[in-house]
């Protein structure tokens, strides 16, 4: 299974790049929910990556203000990318309906780093609606520059067709009805989504 997008030469093409549909659900109740959910995702040369996540949640729960609150207990989309080949590291950025989001870096679930503690760039996070088929979802553009990944590996990282390791996440810990969506599945209940040995791959061409 592996997710395959493109680099585009100016802006994304988003009618041109694949939604990837989050339809693994894990560690479900009596009374599952799962919540329509898709993800994109491109590059840019000379820019960086975008993104794109949205979920057809009803009401969903917003309680987070600040920047690295637990964002995942409101309805949250997540990201998570282990970009650089060789390094385990990985990425996670995980967001609201609102646009506020939390941000880490390491190699495993603990002992993780905020990137504000780490780096001088920050992503760069706008929240959107979407109307489709008679149906509202709340969703997520995101930016991750070539210069902010270079600070965060600490190494120049320039943007290029390549495969790399990752997964896209719908949750909501403290929502009405808690639910775990996965792109790639995901295995251990103690890890969640912190298992880079269940990251799925994404290539760019």
Same mark, same amino acid.
């Given at each position: 299974?592996?997710?395959?997008?493109?680099?585009?030469?100016?802006?994304?093409?988003?009618?041109?790049?694949?939604?990837a549909?989050?339809?693994?659900w894990?560690?479900?109740?009596?009374?599952?929910?799962?919540?329509?959910?898709?993800a994109?995702?491109?590059?840019?040369? %000379?820019k960086? +990556? /975008?993104?794109?996540?949205?979920?057809?949640? =009803?009401?969903?729960?917003?309680?987070? &203000?600040?920047?690295?609150?637990?964002?995942?207990?409101?309805?949250?989309?997540?990201?998570?990318?282990?970009?650089?080949?060789?390094?385990?590291?990985?990425?996670?950025?995980?967001?609201?309906c609102?646009?506020?989001?939390?941000?880490?870096?390491?190699?495993?679930?603990?002992?993780?780093?905020?990137?504000?503690?780490?780096?001088?760039?920050?992503?760069?996070?706008?929240?959107?609606?979407?109307?489709?088929?008679?149906?509202?979802?709340? %969703?997520?553009? +995101? /930016?991750?520059?070539?210069?902010?990944?270079? =600070?965060?590996?600490?190494m120049?990282? &320039?943007?290029?067709?390549?495969?790399?390791?990752?997964?896209?996440?719908?949750?909501?810990?403290?929502?009405?009805?808690?639910?775990?969506?996965?792109?790639?599945?995901?295995?251990?209940?103690?890890?969640?989504?912190?298992?880079p040995?269940?990251?799925?791959?994404?290539?760019?061409?």
């Open positions: 299974m592996e997710y395959s997008s493109f680099v585009f030469s100016n802006s994304p093409k988003w009618a041109c790049v694949p939604s549909i989050i339809e693994h894990h560690w479900e109740g009596d009374k599952p929910f799962r919540p329509f959910s898709f994109q995702l491109c590059g840019v040369y %000379g960086g +990556l /975008f993104v794109r996540l949205w979920s057809f949640e =009803e009401n969903p729960r917003c309680v987070c &203000t600040k920047r690295d609150d637990p964002v995942y207990q409101d309805s949250c989309l997540e990201l998570f990318l282990q970009l650089v080949p060789g390094n385990t590291a990985y990425i996670n950025i995980e967001m609201n609102k646009g506020v989001y939390l941000s880490q870096f390491g190699k495993k679930r603990m002992n993780r780093v905020f990137l504000k503690d780490c780096c001088k760039l920050e992503p760069v996070v706008y929240a959107f609606e979407l109307e489709e088929d008679g149906g509202t979802a709340w %969703g997520i553009e +995101l /930016f991750l520059s070539e210069d902010l990944v270079s =600070e965060i590996y600490g120049e990282y &320039t943007l290029q067709p390549c495969t790399f390791k990752g997964n896209f996440y719908k949750c909501g810990d403290k929502t009405p009805r808690a639910h775990y969506g996965a792109y790639f599945p995901v295995g251990s209940a103690a890890l969640g989504f912190h298992n040995s269940k990251f799925g791959s994404i290539s760019l061409k």
